[in-house]
């Protein structure tokens, strides 16, 4: 990963994996191991955490740095549950064998952006990159076709023929 902004900024998610450490989350990769002494910048290593649940802060905030969270849920139905409860909706991934499973959580997760069986759903240019609800802000998604309609001009003419 490279370097975060701002030493607060490195201060701020270095906080969310104490925090997630102690609210019961286990780290399986710790990027606070990266140190800035060591690094000469602002740098967090990846970070892994593994049974995270819904009600951790790390769960229910966007971290903004390197640090990935593993939910488990028991269903499909229950994966959707959780994606759809969350107040943001910028992206989420689903890894599967099953086109049912696929499609149904594509097609019923409320996101911006939806992978399957890739580890980050990235759009490429003409696609849309934006998250919804929370995840969302402005007046119109980066690519895709509303950036189509911000950069055409729009005519409406109206006529009547007797």
């Keep these: 990963m490279g370097p975060l902004v701002t030493d607060e900024h490195r201060k701020r998610v270095t906080g969310y994996i104490d925090k997630g450490e102690t609210e019961g989350a286990v780290p399986l990769l710790d990027g606070r191991l990266v140190t800035k002494e060591k690094t ?3 740098f967090v290593g990846p970070t892994i955490f593994d049974r995270v649940t819904p009600e951790m802060t790390i769960a229910k905030e966007e ?3 390197p640090v990935l969270s593993v939910i488990r849920v028991k269903t499909l139905d229950d994966a959707i549950n959780l994606v759809n409860n969350s107040h943001f909706g910028n992206t989420t991934t689903i890894f599967t064998n ?3 499973a696929a499609r149904d959580y594509q097609t019923k997760v409320e996101v911006g952006m939806v992978g399957v069986n890739m580890a980050v759903a990235a759009p490429m240019a003409f696609f849309p990159f ?4 929370a995840s969302f802000f402005g007046d119109l998604h980066a690519h895709g076709k509303d950036a189509v309609s911000f950069y055409t001009e729009q005519k409406v ?3 009547r023929w007797f």
Excluded: D, E, L, P
């Design 40 to 42: 000469q910048g602002y």
């Design 63 to 65: 971290i903004f740095g």
């Design 98 to 100: 099953s086109g049912k």
């Design 130 to 133: 934006a998250g919804w609800k």
């Design 157 to 159: 003419v109206m006529t």
